[in-house]
């Protein structure tokens, strides 16, 4: 930290008042003793980073018990307008003296200082005037936070007249062109499906439950709450019907068919759910299509909303359920075994295109888009497979994954590789139904004493019961190891760990994508190619299959494999080199471009875009580098080869932006680069900037390229920049429904 930034003065400033529609007095509510302003003071004030915490209320004489409770718990009050909130947020500011501000609301009993912290944190390494948590939502409803700089605010105040702005506080700061925001990125889902905010009296109901089966077992940050919710299910069930539910509009739809259950695990629902949210992030509407035992599985789980219960009868009537609720789809994503090639043939008549994930590349399949995340797969086995000509995806690079594994990657390949095993995860998924953690934990705590163990299972695994009663019984004889159930952040944990024992699943490219050596024991026959590249690739051990080996012989060769890395530690950092190069964390965005259909260019060729390879840097400095394409840059000075380098580096990293390459066939033909900037009332801004390449011109390339990501994105908000007379480009966008406004800048809203 800056001389400069430590001495700069934080505020918590917390808005509340005592009237509410829907549940009267809400704050001043009892909970296990306490109101539920002064659970949400008192958390606040133990954000490490803060220098003070201010109630913020209004000026109204029914908000004197406000005023009055925040006092009484030695609290600054500040009252001012009740509608203004903004101005009573810079009010409060002021008067705390405070240069950062961090806005929390009193509805929020669970609010998590840690998160809070990490939110201070990013905007002051980011050096950004807004920084939150929820562009979009990735953590559960009732954890959000907010932080800005009081100059920001103060040009809000001054700048913005709309009554919109002005009752919320922070929009036109989440949207200003101007300002440099940042997001905190969470766990995704299951966590997202959790509602922990109070506005109606069944999340009153939950918050009692919670509260008060805590009693003896502090609520200290968000995994200890995801804990005690995955030993009550029940709780999370008494508010779901307030859950928030995506909008009906005429979005393009994609409905996700999969299956999960304590047999099955929680594989497929997992890589559905991370698709899901980029495409929500993205503005399609989203269903996910299931049977009856697996929305009994996922219980609260299940998005508000989204779910379609299909019978477990013929194709003909899953396909009739998910009609009678999403219509026509625009894209089917299947992830099934179970599902025959008749099935998506029949599918057709109500999908526009389909998209298979597959593990095994031994089946028939009707598809536009195949994806099997197993490397060493040849494209050309899908061949006789295929009904029809598709793309296909192969290898680690393609996995489906959570984005915090993408932007933990980037801190995690800075770090040195460990030289020793000082700390241990165990996972073997959501359910492990073979029971491998019991096993793993045996060896490890006798082979490794000096070792913490973190362990890892979800809340519905059948055997968390025995897993709970060993832990506890190594933690009574002095171990460190420390057992945590349904995990939400589980890229931060696996980054702690110098060595991962685990399945050789989807994990496997979790793994990959954080450097973790890893020692693999497979739990399911599918998960056999994965083991076999791992080792090969000499990223990991593997010590056997429970599906056909015995536990004992297992269990010798865990012992052995421990043996030899005790002996060779330097071999870590080899595992740690190998493995990085199986997954980069980009997989999502590589599916969701190939499930879109290319569009026709005038000349009859079909446009298509990917994302960037290393391969395409010296391509792109060329293209750069010609004075057709600088004449109208931002910049015109030529990048030289350092600058270059290290800006396509940073910008193929950066999870959140996507710089895509034009195709038709396999030649580059141009590029479009999208940068995240913000937030419009709930629409992802981009920034967009777009080139042909030099001998390519009027094609209609830019244009197609602008509609391909339009296509991709059809819910977020455009953002363009172009220099003055570059006329081409005025008739383009605008010929697209871009409009200038009094910023500079020429926007697309979507409809």
């Known amino acids: 930290m800056t001389t400069e930034q430590s001495s700069l003065r934080t505020a918590v400033i917390i808005q509340a008042r005592k009237g509410s529609t829907r549940l009267p007095g809400k704050v001043l509510r009892d909970l296990s003793g306490k109101t539920v302003l002064e659970h949400v003071l008192t958390r606040c004030r133990m954000i490490d980073g803060i220098d003070t915490v201010v109630c913020a209320t209004t000026e109204k004489a029914s908000d004197d018990p406000i005023a009055t409770e925040a006092a009484r718990l030695g609290f600054d009050v500040f009252r001012g307008d009740e509608n203004d909130v903004l101005s009573r947020y810079l009010g409060a500011a002021r008067h705390a003296g405070a240069d950062i501000i961090m806005r929390v609301t009193a509805d929020c009993p669970l609010i998590d200082p840690t998160v809070c912290a990490a939110v201070l944190r990013l905007r002051r390494e980011a050096n950004a005037d807004y920084a939150s948590n929820n562009m979009p939502r990735s953590f559960p409803h009732g954890l959000d936070c907010e932080a800005f700089t009081r100059a920001a605010l103060e040009e809000a105040a001054r700048t913005t007249t709309d009554a919109y702005d002005r009752e919320h506080v922070t929009p036109w700061l989440r949207r200003h062109p101007s300002l440099r925001r940042v997001n905190l990125t969470g766990p995704g889902w299951p966590a997202t499906s959790y509602r922990w905010t109070l506005d109606y009296p069944e999340d009153y109901a939950f918050f009692s439950a919670v509260f008060d089966a805590a009693a003896s ?44 259950g304590r047999r099955i695990g929680l594989g497929h629902a997992m890589r559905c759910a991370t698709l899901s949210s980029r495409f929500e992030e993205f503005g399609w509407r989203c269903y996910w299509a299931i049977q009856p035992e697996t929305a009994t599985f996922l219980g609260s789980r299940l998005p508000a909303g989204m779910g379609i219960v299909v019978p477990a009868a013929s194709p003909t009537e899953q396909i009739a359920a998910i009609e009678a609720v999403a219509g026509r789809a625009d894209l089917l994503v299947l992830d099934h075994y179970d599902l025959t090639v008749a099935f998506a043939t029949a599918a057709r008549r109500i999908a526009s295109r389909i998209v298979a994930i597959d593990d095994f590349a031994n089946r028939p399949l009707d598809a536009d888009l195949v994806v099997n995340s197993t490397p060493g797969i040849a494209a050309d086995r899908y061949d006789t497979l295929l009904r029809r000509p598709a793309q296909v995806l192969i290898g680690g690079m393609s996995a489906p994954l959570r984005q915090q594994f993408a932007i933990a990657r980037s801190a995690v390949l800075q770090q040195p590789p460990a030289t020793s095993i000082r700390r241990v995860l ?131 060769r865990l012992h052995e494999a421990l043996a030899e890395l005790a002996a060779r530690p330097d071999r870590l950092g080899v595992m740690s080199e190998r493995a990085k190069a199986l997954c980069d964390g980009r997989g999502v965005d590589r599916i969701l471009l190939g499930s879109l259909a290319p569009m026709t260019l005038a000349d009859g060729t079909y446009l298509s875009l990917r994302l960037a390879q ?87 390339i830019g244009r197609g390229m602008l509609q391909l990501a339009r296509r991709l994105m059809p819910g977020v908000t455009f953002l363009a920049q172009i220099v003055a007379g570059n006329e081409a480009s005025v008739s383009l966008f605008g010929s697209l429904g871009y409009q200038l406004k009094s910023d500079g800048y020429y926007w697309s809203v979507p409809e």
């Open 426 to 556: 165990i996972s073997f998924g959501g359910v492990d139904p073979l029971n491998a953690t019991p096993l793993a934990l045996t060896v490890i705590a006798k082979s490794l004493p000096e070792a913490v163990i973190d362990v890892v299972l979800g809340g519905n695994a059948p055997h968390v019961e025995e897993v709970a009663l060993q832990v506890q019984c190594l933690a009574r004889k002095g171990r460190r190891i420390h057992l945590m159930r349904d995990v939400a952040d589980m890229a931060g944990l696996m980054a702690q760990a110098d060595l991962c024992i685990g399945a050789p699943g989807t994990t496997t490219w979790e793994r990959g994508c954080l450097a973790r050596p890893s020692i693999l024991i497979g739990i399911a026959e599918n998960q056999r190619r994965n083991a076999e590249i791992v080792a090969q690739s000499g990223a990991g051990i593997v010590c056997g299959f429970l599906t056909t080996e015995g536990r004992e012989e297992v269990t010798q």
């Open 217 to 260: 077992m502090p609520l200290i940050d968000m995994q200890s709450i995801l804990s005690l919710l995955s030993e009550h299910p029940d709780f999370s069930r008494l508010n779901t019907k307030h859950a928030a539910t995506p909008p009906a509009d005429n979005r393009p739809v994609v409905v996700f068919r999969f299956d999960a």
């Open 614 to 700: 290393a391969t395409d840097e010296a391509m792109l400095l060329d293209w750069q580098s010609a004075p057709e394409t600088r004449r109208y840059a931002l910049n015109p000075a030529v990048p030289s080869l350092a600058e270059h380098h290290a800006w396509f580096s940073a910008k193929r990293e950066a999870p959140k932006d996507l710089l895509l390459f034009g195709c038709i066939d396999s030649e580059a033909i141009g590029f479009i680069r999208l940068d995240w900037r913000g937030d419009n009332r709930g629409s992802a801004i981009y920034l967009v900037s777009i080139a042909a390449a030099p001998g390519q011109y009027r094609r209609g």
